[in-house]
């Protein structure tokens, strides 16, 4: 009986440190066993708190602005993506479905930023009739007229949009010319684009049928009209990025003294050399002149180039400006010692390298920092 009662209370205590499991890094050996472990620790452990603050400080790294607004939004939301940002910090090595989670998770945290901005412009609209009232005044702001403007704008584009979904999901609208003939500037580009946002959002979340509501909402479209529609929607939205893109890169300079490459670089972090694949960068101020910038992230294993839209790139301060959104790609390397073993870095070896990827390729955004090589520029 003694025999059988010890056995019983092993038994248990093991289940029970299971159950409690323990922080450690993942690796692809015994991956699913040791996720149970992790979550079942930071679950009974941590609380929202606390990978709200995983998050934040890892999106930080990303981007500083986005992630003090994430400081305004509830704890709870953090659960998922604080946990997977947390293990991406300390060295774990996330296979693709927690991947997906996380950037699903990054994605409705991001909705929530903007959720909390729609309510803000509201309350803004409702202090600034007060105000107007409490003291009548004719003069318009820039803000406003360029508002005015955008919506103006983009009435001619919903046209667009009504005429394509009458045709069969069917077009041949170019928002690109459009723009262009209208001579838009870049800030009311942006505003056109940043309209088109939230229903092109819908739109992707019915074709995954996440939302019943969504699904229900578009039923009159079948699954392959439903994907057209987001298609050119998205095309929309990018040739008002780009058209932002091209009148950054075309502004008028101030008449002053020719910079030299050096120093136009001269604030840039990027990683020197990376023993572990054995990659080291090229000079920065190659990137000036440029018509390609090819990069590796150490951090995050994502590789890609930046391919100029206008024959060159230049770089303003830690960014590169003057590339082709639509042209420039990112991919999620799954196994970076494969992906380089015996590459050269030659343009052609990279752009065929490139080729063999599988992976869902991404925009990257510009920016290079010190957890980034520089693989060659040309």
């Known amino acids: 009986m003694a025999v059988n009662t010890a056995k019983r209370r092993a038994a248990t205590a093991k289940a029970e440190a299971f159950m409690k499991g323990d922080e450690r890094v993942l690796t692809q050996d015994n991956y699913m066993r040791d996720l149970l472990h992790v979550l079942n ?62 950037n699903e998770g990054t994605e409705k945290l991001l909705s929530q930023i903007k959720l909390r901005q729609k309510s803000q412009d509201k309350q803004d609209k409702k202090d600034a009739a007060a105000a107007k009232e409490a003291s009548p005044s004719n003069v318009i702001s820039i ?145 000036i002149g440029s018509s390609e910038v090819w990069f590796y992230n150490t951090k995050y294993r994502r590789v890609g180039v930046y391919r100029a839209e206008n024959g060159t790139v230049s770089v303003k301060g830690t960014t590169i400006i003057g590339f082709d959104i639509k042209e420039s790609k990112a991919f999620t390397l799954r196994k970076p010692e494969e992906f380089f073993k015996g590459l050269s870095m030659g343009k052609r070896a990279l752009t065929n390298a490139l080729k063999t990827l599988k992976t869902k390729p991404s925009q990257p955004n510009g920016r290079i920092n010190e957890e980034t090589i520089i693989l060659g520029t040309f």
């Open 41 to 102: 620790y930071y679950n009974s452990n941590n609380d929202d708190k606390d990978k709200k603050k995983w998050f934040i400080s890892h999106y930080a790294k990303i981007d500083k602005k986005v992630a003090v607004e994430l400081l305004k939004v509830d704890e709870y939301h953090f659960r998922t993506p604080g946990i997977l940002a947390r293990l991406m910090d300390i060295g774990s090595e996330l296979q693709e479905a927690e991947m997906k989670h996380y």
């Open 143 to 287: 803000q406003q007229r360029m508002e005015e403007k955008a919506h103006d704008l983009a009435g001619e584009i919903e046209g667009a949009i009504d005429d394509f979904v009458l045709n069969g999901c069917k077009s041949d609208f170019s928002t690109k010319n459009y723009l262009l003939s209208n001579q838009v500037a870049g800030p009311i580009a942006k505003r056109i684009g940043e309209l088109f946002v939230d229903t092109s959002k819908e739109i992707e979340e019915a074709i995954a049928g996440a939302d019943e509501q969504l699904v229900e909402g578009y039923s009159h479209f079948n699954k392959r009209e439903l994907k057209k529609f987001s298609e050119f929607l998205q095309g929309i939205i990018a040739d008002c990025q780009q058209m932002v893109q091209t009148a950054k890169a075309n502004r008028a300079p101030r008449k002053r003294k020719e910079v030299s490459p050096t120093k136009m670089v001269a604030k840039m972090k990027f990683l020197r050399e990376f023993a572990e694949l054995n990659l080291k960068s090229v000079s920065p101020t190659g990137i």
